[in-house]
């Protein structure tokens, strides 16, 4: 059974960092590829950061790029999302997905969603 669980939400202030992270079991890590999305009141579910099986090539939406970093560890089965200069716009529930085929930026296309794990930046 394929498990997502993400950590590493909650309540920052404008400007500040967080770093989420998703650990995974069940699957075979490094033949995933792993993305982060997330979803806020009232709107569809949007695309954030993907990676690459081995980490070498990421992808990020226009309105997270040179703030978020997303990264991952295949010893350990997590991805993560470093998160800097955050705005209120960033507050959302963000999720983990992952898939054996392609970092598409479309979630439809991911297999397995972690539950989601809340962000909220106060301004």
């Known amino acids: 059974q394929v498990q997502l669980v993400e950590s590493g939400g909650g309540l920052v202030q404008a400007g500040g960092s967080l770093r989420l992270s998703c650990a995974a079991s069940?699957?075979?890590?490094?033949?995933?590829?792993m993305a982060w999305f997330r979803q806020a009141p009232g709107k569809e579910r949007e695309f954030v950061a993907a990676?690459?099986?081995?980490?070498?090539?990421?992808d990020y939406s226009d309105s997270v790029k040179g703030r978020f970093t997303i990264s991952r560890d295949n010893a350990k089965n997590t991805v993560y999302l470093q998160m800097n200069s955050l705005k209120p716009e960033d507050t959302a529930v963000y999720y983990c997905?992952?898939?054996?085929?392609?970092?598409?930026?479309?979630?439809?296309?991911?297999?397995?969603w972690g539950q989601g794990t809340q962000v909220t930046v106060s301004s």
């Open positions: 990676i690459s099986w081995s980490g070498s090539i990421k």
């Open positions: 069940g699957l075979t890590f490094n033949r995933h590829y």
């Open positions: 997905a992952a898939d054996p085929t392609s970092r598409s930026k479309n979630p439809r296309t991911y297999d397995y």
